[in-house]
């Protein structure tokens, strides 16, 4: 037997160069050479080729336009500061508070409405009452015709549109004062239709025709006529139709217009329609 030959090749160097050290990441080519990276080394610099850019124009940057930073210095420099809270102090100040206890009490009327509404309920009823009487006959009323010839008969010259006045007045005035619809007009319509009224009975007899019983006595009127202006003034309450009407719960210069043009509306139509002073033996007249 003869021996077989040792295959084994020997080593060969590295055409490349001598060994690299343990650590070192090396590549093959293609070619069979190898390759090593110039990160392999942490010490090692990658060359730059250009300039970095540092300015605004060289970055593309529009310079009109503020950048981040500026931005949030800008909406910083907005916000107060406070020396020792951050929170803001409050609007209304200490010494509206008493305005304010004033106002809420204001609006707590308790029971002015109610009895605004029952006071419109008893004058407004009464008017109505008597319109009905002239304009219907009702409740033993003379009716249209009757209220005419006792118009006539009362030296009221005109008597058919003194007739109309008053059936319209009572009527319509009253009817509007219970709903507290349009109260300033209609509390002077029926204080003028009643202060005509009180003029005509107290004028028939001299003296002061005030007690009631007699055909003359003008307490009945005097007492209406006073409710009427009571409710021009005060105004109807929250009870009413004009609730959001500023005269129903704050009235103020229009109620007391309303309340001089119903009685100059009075004296007027007194003049024209009747005439005479009907004040006479009352007084220095």
Sequence with gaps: MTEKPNDTPAARPSPAGPTPAMGEQTAVSTTGRGVTSPFDSPTETIPLTKDVPRTDEELGLDPLIPTVGESKAADTATIPT?????????????????????????????????????????VGGTFIYHGLQKLTG???????????????????????????????GELGGGTLIVLGLATPLAAGAVLAVILDAWAWKQGMTPGFQYKAGVPTGV?????????????????????????????????????????????????VTWWLLHGGNPLTGIGPF
């Design 138 to 168: 009702w409740f033993h009323g003379p009716g249209l015709d009757g209220t005419r010839d006792m118009m006539d008969n009362g030296g009221w010259d005109h008597s058919t549109l003194a007739t109309i006045m008053v059936t319209v």
């Design 219 to 267: 307490e009945l009127e005097s007492i209406l006529a006073g409710t009427a202006a009571v409710l021009i003034l005060t105004g109807p309450g929250r009870w009413s139709f004009d609730r959001n009407r500023g005269w129903s719960t704050r009235p103020f210069i229009g109620s007391f217009t309303a309340l001089v043009l119903a009685i100059a509306a009075a004296v």
């Design 82 to 122: 406070y020396a020792y809270a951050s929170i803001p102090p409050a609007a209304n100040q200490p010494g509206d508070t008493a305005r304010l206890r004033r106002r809420n009490a204001e609006n707590r009327r308790g029971t002015l409405d109610l009895g605004l509404f029952l006071l419109r309920l008893i």
